[in-house]
């Protein structure tokens, strides 16, 4: 997905209608009633070759309290800061209205690309709207069905030049990972910089307080957030420079179990989650300390170490925790227990309320980070292999010797080693487990992703052919005359 789309505007205008066309399915609720929308929905949108991501938000009310209005504007309000292009949407049979014109400068302050599309433009009663529209200084506006599908090209030619910058901006701001090693690289470890900041995603549980910990690192009330669980629906990120590092922090759409997803919406929002995930260095699991490790936890931590990315625990709320030294204990033993595959990954505590922890969190970040890029010269491995081999050699299946002679990084970011051995294949999952417990104890990486693959090391033996040729011409040489 290249962009972006928020879909933007009064309540009842037809956002859910046009999201729907875009994303080919009937995901948003469509209803004569206005305000059926109530929260952020995201969907794959395609539109002729283009592909990209469109949000249906809720209808913007003319409302700034706390009420659930309030916060469900400044929650749309978000959307459109985050967004690549708004679609501000009016109703062309209705025209322009105050609550439009109100919205319209909110845009232009938001937003460096608005496009204002008038709705319901079919037949002569949108006429007028459609000139109205004009009035709002946000540009020639689009005529749109979005029953009928009508207005789609137009839609089309205003959004084609902006995809492919959108195309290379996502290029750039995707993580380097899997970097082939190169020992002459004098740059290795690649530093964070304020153009390619050290990724971040914040994951767990809805509720679990990942709006609340961004807000107290990056020192204002940027997130939305609530006593009720799931606010967040999108994944929304901010930057920072925490302890002199530049940063991108991605707050992601809390994780429910499975039976307890109603609405497609969630559904989505989970995805948007595990979308995160793709897109960070370092993924910051987050748990409540009153209800640690729960399934959905133990997925994401299982998903970042799949796509191998660098992971830190925190369990947050830990000053409301009372037994403090028991309750630490108990985390590290269920911790090992559950994710053996993330042996040795930091776990920190912390308070997002107080801010207490902030600093143990942000030193395991760049602790994960710099393991995450940890690269070990082919000496120091293949002296670690020899020692590995005498101390508990491979086995022998069906009678044969396994043979490890070699052994190098291919690979960084997580780190990535190949052996070459003899009949790989046979090499059971239990060694190779061995291998790489070996690597993270004996280089002093705890907790990272590391990719082990066994080669068929062949045959290296430079006079294979040659003996081969002379052991022919040998025997042809010997043979007997046929009349002896």
């Given at each position: 997905?290249?962009?972006?789309?928020?879909?933007?505007?009064r309540?009842?205008?037809?956002k859910?209608?046009?999201?729907?066309?875009?994303?080919?399915?009937?995901?948003?609720?469509v209803?004569?009633?206005?305000?059926?929308?109530?929260?952020?929905?995201?969907?794959?949108?395609?539109?002729?070759?283009l592909?990209?991501?469109?949000i249906?938000?809720?209808?913007?009310e003319?409302a700034?309290?706390?009420?659930?209005?309030?916060?469900?504007?400044?929650?749309?309000?978000?959307?459109?800061?985050?967004?690549?292009?708004?679609?501000?949407?009016?109703?062309?049979?209705?025209?322009?209205?105050?609550?439009?014109?109100?919205?319209?400068?909110?845009?232009?302050?938001?937003?460096?690309?608005?496009i204002?599309?008038?709705?319901?433009?079919?037949?002569?009663?949108?006429?007028?709207?459609?000139?109205?529209?004009?009035?709002?200084?946000?540009?020639?506006?689009?005529?749109?069905?979005?029953?009928?599908?009508?207005?789609?090209?137009?839609?089309?030619?205003?959004?084609?030049?902006l995809a492919?910058?959108?195309?290379?901006?996502?290029?750039?701001?995707?993580?380097?990972?899997?970097?082939?090693v190169?020992e002459?690289?004098?740059?290795?470890?690649?530093?964070?910089?304020?153009?390619?900041?050290?990724?971040?995603?914040?994951?767990?549980?809805?509720?679990?307080?990942?709006?609340?910990?961004?807000?107290?690192?990056?020192?204002?009330?940027?997130?939305?957030?609530?006593?009720?669980?799931?606010?967040?629906?999108?994944?929304?990120?901010?930057?920072?420079?925490?302890?002199g590092?530049?940063?991108?922090?991605?707050?992601t759409?809390g994780m429910?179990?499975?039976?307890?997803?109603?609405?497609?919406l969630?559904?989505?929002?989970?995805?948007?989650?595990?979308?995160?995930?793709?897109?960070a260095?370092?993924?910051?699991?987050?748990?409540?300390?009153?209800?640690?490790?729960?399934?959905?936890?133990?997925?994401l931590?299982d998903?970042?170490?799949?796509?191998?990315?660098?992971?830190?625990?925190?369990?947050?709320?830990?000053?409301?925790e009372?037994?403090?030294?028991?309750?630490?204990?108990?985390?590290?033993?269920?911790f090992?227990?559950?994710?053996?595959?993330?042996?040795?990954?930091?776990?920190?505590?912390?308070?997002?309320?107080?801010?207490?922890?902030?600093?143990?969190?942000?030193?395991?970040?760049?602790?994960?980070?710099?393991?995450?890029?940890?690269?070990?010269?082919?000496?120091?491995?293949?002296?670690?292999?020899?020692?590995?081999?005498e101390?508990?050699?491979?086995?022998?299946?069906?009678?044969?010797?396994?043979?490890?002679?070699?052994?190098?990084?291919?690979?960084?970011?997580?780190?990535?080693?190949?052996?070459?051995?003899?009949?790989?294949?046979?090499?059971?999952a239990?060694?190779?487990?061995?291998l790489?417990?070996?690597?993270?104890?004996?280089?002093?990486?705890?907790?990272?992703?590391?990719?082990?693959?066994?080669r068929?090391?062949?045959?290296?033996?430079?006079?294979?052919?040659?003996?081969?040729?002379?052991?022919?011409?040998?025997?042809?040489?010997?043979?007997?005359?046929?009349?002896?």
């Amino acid at each position: 997905m290249s962009f972006t789309l928020a879909v933007v505007g009064r309540p009842n205008v037809g956002k859910s209608t046009l999201f729907n066309r875009l994303v080919g399915k009937k995901l948003a609720l469509v209803d004569d009633q206005p305000g059926v929308t109530r929260d952020l929905r995201e969907g794959a949108a395609r539109l002729g070759d283009l592909r990209f991501t469109v949000i249906d938000s809720a209808g913007l009310e003319d409302a700034t309290d706390d009420s659930l209005q309030g916060r469900m504007r400044r929650l749309t309000e978000r959307a459109v800061e985050m967004a690549d292009v708004c679609l501000f949407m009016i109703d062309a049979r209705v025209g322009v209205t105050p609550t439009d014109q109100v919205f319209a400068d909110i845009l232009r302050k938001k937003n460096a690309n608005v496009i204002i599309a008038a709705n319901k433009s079919e037949g002569r009663a949108g006429e007028a709207g459609y000139l109205e529209a004009f009035s709002l200084g946000l540009g020639e506006p689009v005529r749109l069905s979005a029953e009928h599908g009508e207005g789609m090209d137009e839609l089309y030619h205003l959004l084609m030049p902006l995809a492919d910058a959108f195309e290379e901006r996502a290029k750039a701001d995707a993580p380097e990972t899997d970097v082939d090693v190169d020992e002459d690289d004098e740059d290795a470890p690649r530093v964070p910089t304020k153009e390619k900041p050290l990724q971040i995603a914040v994951c767990g549980r809805p509720n679990a307080g990942k709006s609340t910990l961004i807000n107290k690192i990056i020192g204002e009330e940027r997130l939305l957030t609530g006593p009720e669980a799931g606010i967040t629906r999108d994944a929304i990120s901010v930057q920072k420079d925490w302890e002199g590092v530049p940063m991108r922090i991605f707050d992601t759409a809390g994780m429910r179990r499975k039976a307890k997803i109603h609405e497609k919406l969630e559904k989505l929002s989970v995805s948007d989650g595990l979308r995160a995930v793709k897109f960070a260095e370092v993924v910051v699991i987050l748990l409540d300390v009153e209800i640690p490790f729960e399934q959905q936890d133990l997925r994401l931590a299982d998903l970042a170490e799949r796509e191998g990315r660098a992971v830190v625990i925190a369990v947050n709320k830990w000053d409301v925790e009372t037994e403090k030294q028991e309750k630490l204990k108990e985390l590290k033993e269920e911790f090992a227990r559950l994710l053996p595959q993330l042996k040795g990954a930091p776990l920190v505590t912390v308070s997002a309320k107080t801010g207490k922890g902030l600093d143990r969190l942000q030193e395991a970040i760049m602790k994960a980070h710099e393991v995450w890029n940890r690269r070990i010269t082919t000496a120091q491995l293949n002296r670690w292999l020899t020692g590995m081999l005498e101390q508990h050699p491979p086995p022998a299946p069906g009678g044969r010797r396994i043979k490890m002679r070699y052994v190098t990084q291919v690979k960084t970011r997580p780190p990535g080693f190949v052996v070459m051995s003899s009949f790989p294949d046979l090499v059971p999952a239990s060694y190779t487990r061995y291998l790489v417990n070996g690597l993270r104890e004996d280089f002093d990486m705890p907790g990272t992703p590391i990719r082990l693959t066994l080669r068929d090391q062949g045959d290296k033996n430079p006079y294979k052919d040659k003996k081969k040729k002379q052991t022919g011409r040998l025997s042809k040489h010997m043979k007997k005359p046929s009349g002896d």
